[in-house]
């Protein structure tokens, strides 16, 4: 059975950092797409940054970049996303997912992601 959890989450001032994992069981994550999206209230769920899974290439939104990063352990089996600089904007619920193929031309399409965690809650006050 696949499960991803996510964790770190929390409430931060803005300017402030925090780092995401997300541990995966069920699955290897080296092998997949890995990516995580976030979800605003009343908003879609909108890519964040993803690494594609056999160069290790990175993609990251427009509105994170040089604030935002992705890497994995590979021996623990975790993807985690160190936040800086966070912003009020980046409010909301952040989710990874796993692709097992996927081009890198659509690692931004949540339609294309096998699975996903339950999330994890993010806060920047200002």
């Known amino acids: 059975q696949v499960q991803l959890v996510e964790s770190g989450g929390g409430l931060v001032q803005a300017g402030g950092s925090l780092r995401l994992s997300c541990t995966a069981s069920?699955?290897?994550?080296?092998?997949?797409?890995v990516a995580w999206f976030r979800q605003a209230p009343g908003k879609e769920r909108e890519f964040v940054v993803g690494?594609?899974?056999?160069?290790?290439?990175?993609r990251s939104a427009d509105s994170v970049k040089g604030r935002f990063t992705i890497s994995r352990d590979n021996a623990k089996n975790v993807v985690y996303l160190q936040m800086n600089s966070l912003k009020p904007e980046d409010t909301g619920v952040y989710y990874c997912a796993t692709a097992s193929t996927i081009i890198l031309s659509a690692v931004t399409n949540p339609n294309q992601y096998h699975y996903w965690g339950q999330g994890t809650q993010v806060t920047v006050s200002s």
């Open positions: 069920g699955l290897t994550l080296r092998t997949d797409t």
């Open positions: 690494l594609f899974r056999s160069s290790g290439t990175t």
